[in-house]
């Protein structure tokens, strides 16, 4: 079993930051790729920025010079520098990893950017 909680989400005004956080724990050896992901009502969980066990990271457009990611594998953590914040990243963040084929999930943290 693997446990992953995060943490850091909350509420924010436009041109704010954040910093999420996310702990991994249980069977957790062999990660392949960490992520960080968002979803608001009404749309598909979409990729925010991965980082695989190499360190190559991959971030989506509208994250491109704005958020960071970046992982601790002494303790088992990815975070997510968020900078700029805009009233679009708006949504519920969710940290995901990639375990030989299979993506875990933890429960999610509400970011809200306010206008």
């Known amino acids: 079993q693997v446990q992953l909680?995060?943490?850091?989400?909350g509420l924010v005004q436009a041109g704010g930051s954040l910093r999420l956080s996310c702990v991994a724990s249980g069977s957790i050896?062999?990660?392949d790729v960490m992520g960080w992901y968002r979803q608001d009502p009404g749309n598909q969980r979409e990729l925010v920025a991965a980082i695989?066990?190499?360190?190559?990271?991959?971030?989506?457009?509208?994250a491109k010079g704005r958020f960071t990611i970046s992982r601790d594998n002494?303790?088992?953590?990815v975070y997510l520098q968020m900078?700029?914040?805009?009233?679009?990243?708006?949504?519920?963040?969710?940290?995901?990893?990639?375990?030989?084929?299979?993506t875990y999930w933890g429960q999610g943290t509400q970011v809200t950017v306010s206008s």
């Open 5 to 9: 909680v995060e943490s850091g989400g």
């Open 29 to 31: 050896f062999g990660i």
């Open 52 to 62: 695989l066990s190499s360190g190559t990271t991959q971030y989506e457009d509208s």
């Open 74 to 77: 002494h303790m088992h953590t």
């Open 83 to 102: 900078n700029s914040l805009k009233p679009e990243d708006t949504a519920v963040y969710y940290c995901g990893i990639l375990i030989r084929g299979y």
